[in-house]
């Protein structure tokens, strides 16, 4: 399926063609490089190894690494993408036992332990699409072969007595965890044009037909009113609240990310028109609600905690969510403006919002292709 050249939305909200790249390299250069006390959440292991932290949770994830991995592909930063792909490799791939071929979801930033050998699926899907976006901006056949195992394996891993695939073989979509037994899904993890890339990629059209079925899957999971999901769903798409989590039935940090899932595809590869009325539904939601918030029950009512102010992180995904307007959309200039405001993220938080911030830009910028 050919890739589309997405568009700069903030040229179409009136800034300069050179606004965005100045936002993305300054982002870039406080998280990446920056003071390591306030700002930076990369680190070097060693002289062929770095590593991203969660700041706020003090450990290491696949989610960062993959985010890591993806932004330093997309910004043509290859000594540094070599560097992350290494760590990832030593010390969060599982090279045995039942979670082999997966990546660990968390590793201490002491001893670069695994906290967890358990995988989020996420982490993968990122991994992946950072490896063939590489793979092409670097001229290295090497990555696209190491993408094309590790896409075959997420669909293909063998069953044993604990983990299998992370694509659930029935109904065709990706899991929350390809632990067995978790029968339910997150709907943030459905990177519906990382499945046309890995389609191309491998050959395999099965790809094209989850992510058809990640999209029927959205349009259930969305709801009807706000366009909001929960951040974890059955797969007929109710929201799923789970014991230890039990706000998972609400929108909040992982469903902030659908937005881009669904405007991405549509951007890149003209998706399907129910990806922009989901994202037109979300933004006409926030925009008439603000100052908005970052968390809601799915129908728009409160959080059953106090919900945070709107945070990078939400603000980035909703402005890459423009992709999905016509030019002359009212809801264009607001949220591409919110985005533009923004300060880097720093300190505390800085892990999460600003992973989302820079991924943000660079999908409202119109930067992310394979």
Request: aromatic share 14%; with cysteine.
């Amino acid at each position: 399926m050919e890739c589309k050249k997405p568009r700069d939305m903030f040229v179409e909200a009136g800034y300069g063609p050179n606004f965005a790249d100045q936002l993305i390299q300054n982002a870039f250069s406080k998280l990446f490089e920056g003071d390591p006390i306030d700002e930076r959440v990369c680190f070097d292991a060693a002289d062929d190894m770095a590593y991203i932290i969660d700041i706020g949770h003090d450990d290491i994830r696949s989610e960062g690494m993959s985010y890591g991995m993806f932004i330093a592909a997309l910004t043509g930063h290859d000594k540094l993408f070599q560097k992350l792909w290494n760590f990832a490799k030593k010390y969060l791939r599982n090279d045995d036992g039942p979670h082999k071929g997966y990546y660990s979801w968390q590793v201490s930033t002491t001893d670069f332990s695994m906290m967890d050998p358990g995988a989020a699926p996420d982490g993968e899907e990122y991994i992946a699409a950072a490896l063939l976006i590489a793979a092409k901006k670097f001229g290295r056949d090497d990555y696209k072969q190491e993408a094309i195992e590790l896409i075959n394996w997420i669909k293909n891993k063998p069953f044993n007595e604990l983990v299998g695939p992370m694509i659930d073989p029935e109904r065709k979509l990706i899991k929350f965890s390809p632990v067995l037994g978790n029968d339910f899904t997150d709907p943030s993890y459905h990177t519906i044009a990382f499945y046309r890339a890995y389609a191309d990629a491998t050959g395999d059209s099965e790809w094209l037909e989850i992510a058809k079925n990640s999209i029927e899957y959205l349009k259930k999971a969305a709801h009807p009113e706000t366009g909001l999901c929960g951040d974890y769903s059955e797969y007929d798409g109710t929201p799923k609240a789970m014991p230890w989590f039990p706000e998972s039935n609400c929108f909040s940090g992982d469903a902030w990310r659908v937005a881009l899932n669904l405007s991405l595809d549509y951007a890149l590869f003209g998706g399907d028109e129910s990806e922009k009325e989901i994202c037109t539904r979300l933004l006409n939601f926030f925009e008439n609600r603000r100052p908005y918030l970052s968390d809601y029950a799915t129908d728009g009512g409160p959080y059953p905690r106090q919900g945070r102010n709107a945070t990078p992180g939400i603000i980035a995904m909703n402005a890459a969510a423009t992709q999905v307007l016509d030019s002359e959309d009212p809801l264009v200039k607001p949220f591409v403006k919110d985005l533009a405001a923004l300060s880097v993220p720093f300190r505390f938080w800085r892990y999460y919002d600003g992973m989302l911030y820079i991924i943000g830009l660079l999908a409202t910028a119109g930067k992310i292709e394979f």
